[in-house]
């Protein structure tokens, strides 16, 4: 690979700032109480890539690197007065980097279990950690540091939902497109790589070939392994806004969480290129940032997250709960909050399947933005999404094009997206009007619309068809075991039965927020209010069913 000149632990900016905190001599005390010193040699490896569990250091005297095994670039030097680590380790993940001694000194070594047991007890270290290692993840995403390559060619489809997952996870990664052959070259002197298809290189120069995000997520130490010893106070079902916020406000309260997310955090939240109206974020927050924050929050406070696992059956056993995930692994919990919110609505057209990830997409992030330069792009749907979608992807494409069924914006998307939309020059808004048609060999090349009131269609030549028409309740796994309403949906509270509340499901210990909940809002902060209120309901539930 390419030499690059190691990075320093040594802040040259805001972000590096936090990434590389001083701690005062009062935590360092209290770590050194809790922990035990070590004199350090010269290439000595305090742990190396892809290692399961790995201690906290502090170093005292002297230099460590962080390396990337897959080429043994240094990324970055540790120096005295700081110490080592990153978010990975608050999340049960596997080592991304090793940490070899490059200068002999003193280390401060603190077991991992012991670290997530003082942080719990000292809310001014678990800040700081918690925050330098937020930072640091942001770092190496920043760098495409991390020891992780996907290589794919730019339209596959498989690249992209690798890439997605990655992006979304907040996963380190470097992209090597098949076409970049200098780049493929340098990879090529690490390991074998096969000649077509999507490969997943590691740290370890592991190859993957046509790997599936949960495979990937496998190999780095993501998908966390199902304990089926461990009894969970609450399961949470979906990432989303909804589910992060239950997650923060039980683990922040001393309870036991596994949250367990089938596609990435965030939900279909985090597929969000802009957020606007989600309070105290004035300038606006993308979903994935806000979910990233948020799974930061409930990791310091202990929370599992468990992704790409899907929940598949739910049964009930006396008083616990047995959520049975996709590979056949059972998890048990004392309560269980669906917050799994809602699947992508399809269009009803011939050869959607075949061009979806090949033109055809159903968020609109800077991954599919990159595939709308140089090309006309449509837009399917009325709602918020749609309208965040429209403004965002207008900075990238020669025209945008917002096709409706209805008479206009108003009634589906709030006055401040539609009063920027609809007046737009780069945006084309066409209304009573469905796709009727999409043409392409290989990839996308043509959208055909239809007048639904006089039948006459237009086509526009386009890259990008972006579906964006509401989506439908994930509760087909839950077999009959909560009332749902007409639609799909879980009742909850009174709509349940006059002895119900807030958000109670017709099984006493199962409750429902979000997206997925009949009658719910529709948006982020009522998700994260439901999310976080229904904790109250929890902890009235646990105090009656759970002996001494």
Known sequence: MTTRKPRASIPTNELEKAAWPSLSPDLVEQIAQAGIRLDTKRGEVLFDVGQERYDFYYVERGVLEAIDRSN????????EGNFVGELGMLMGQRAFLAVVVAEAGRVIRLRQGDLMQMMHAVPELADTIVTAYAARRRLLVNWGEGGLIIIGSEGDSKALRLREFASRSRLPYRWVPRSDTAAMNEVSKLCEVPATGTVVVTGRSQVLPEPTPKALACVIGMDLAADNTSLFDVIVIGAGPGGLAAAVYASSEGLDVLVVEDTAIGGQAGTSSRIENYLGFPAGISGAELAFRSSVQAIK?????????????LTRENDLFCVTLDDGDTVRGRTVVLANG???????????EELEGQGVYYAATDLEARFCRDTEVVIVGGGNSAGQAAMFLSRFASK??????????????????SDRVEPDQRIQLWTRTSVSALVGES??????????DTGEESTIRSKALFIMIGAAPNTD???????LDEKGFVRTGRDVGPEFDGFATSLPGIYAVGDIRSGSVKRVASAVGEGSVVIAAVHEYLSAHTEP
Do not use: C
Not at 72 to 79: A, M, P
Not at 443 to 452: G, P
Not at 477 to 483: C, F, H, I, R, T
């Open 443 to 452: 990839h996308l090349e043509q959208v055909v619309l239809r007048n639904n």
């Open 301 to 313: 406070f202990g929370a599992r997250i468990a992704a790409p696992r899907r929940a598949t059956r």
């Open 477 to 483: 796994w839950l077999d009959g075991q909560v009332a």
């Open 72 to 79: 043994d670039h240094v990324v970055v030097q540790v120096k």
């Open 342 to 352: 809602v699947q992508y609505r399809r269009l009803p057209l011939a050869r959607l």
């Open 400 to 417: 945008t094009h917002v096709v409706v069924r209805g008479e206009g914006l108003a009634v589906t998307m709030s006055a401040y997206l």
